[in-house]
């Protein structure tokens, strides 16, 4: 059984559920409160501990301020399927400033755009794991499952502003500001 520790942390980008095992930040949502998340956790002992998150937590807020450019917690995918693991570790690859797009990242290790797509709107550990810099592969903004505001709001910060394009999540169906 692994014990997970969660605590909510606020930000420029709204409210985050952050989560962590002993190897390391394990989920982050963007949509706090819906704990939809908790199912994949199913077999692990939750507890609240907002001490146990902060590190993870300060470090997101202070990239979200432009003051940092890397993270240097330890992300653990252990509940992310073996596909999505090889997926989402490549795309750690993609440094801070530099977008992808998904039949790039797709080409890297050796599938499809579809399936990498599909990794990618799932990756539990949004921010940290940057899916926010793959796009679609004309350029344009393509889909972030914690809704393409943020998406713009996350590639601002890296200096990737106003790319046009993008289509609602499943996962956030919201009016997407702009």
Same mark, same amino acid.
């Given at each position: 059984?692994?014990?997970?520790? @969660?605590?909510l942390a ?14 390391? $930040?394990c989920m982050?949502?963007?949509?706090? @409160?819906?704990?939809? =998340? ?8 939750? *507890? +609240? ?19 940092? *450019?890397?993270?240097?917690? !330890? $992300? ?6 073996? @596909?999505?693991?090889? #997926?989402?570790? !490549? ?6 400033? !530099? #977008?992808?797009? @998904? ?12 399936? $990498? ?11 940290? #794991? ?6 679609? %592969? ?8 914690? %809704? ?9 910060? !890296? ?6 394009? %993008? =289509? ?6 919201? #009016?997407? +500001? $702009?």
């Amino acid at each position: 059984m692994r014990e997970v520790s @969660y605590g909510l942390a606020r930000t420029t980008l709204g409210d985050l559920f952050v989560a962590s095992t002993e190897r390391g $930040v394990c989920m982050i949502d963007l949509e706090p @409160y819906s704990l939809r =998340w908790m199912d994949h956790l199913t077999g692990s002992t939750i *507890r +609240r501990d907002h001490k146990a998150v902060e590190p993870v937590t300060e470090q997101v807020v202070a990239y979200l301020a432009g003051q940092l *450019r890397s993270f240097t917690c !330890e $992300v653990d995918l252990t509940f992310a399927s073996a @596909y999505a693991q090889r #997926v989402l570790n !490549e795309l750690r690859n993609v440094p801070f400033g !530099e #977008v992808t797009s @998904y039949g790039e990242l797709a080409a890297r290790i050796k599938s499809s755009p579809r399936a $990498v797509g599909g990794a990618v709107g799932r990756n539990p550990v949004p921010i940290i #794991v940057p899916c926010h810099r793959v796009l679609a %592969g004309d350029g344009s903004l393509g889909g972030f499952s914690g %809704g393409l505001h943020r998406k713009r709001a996350l590639l601002a910060i !890296e200096g990737h502003g106003d790319l046009p394009g %993008g =289509w609602s999540s499943a996962r956030a169906p919201e #009016v997407e +500001r $702009v």
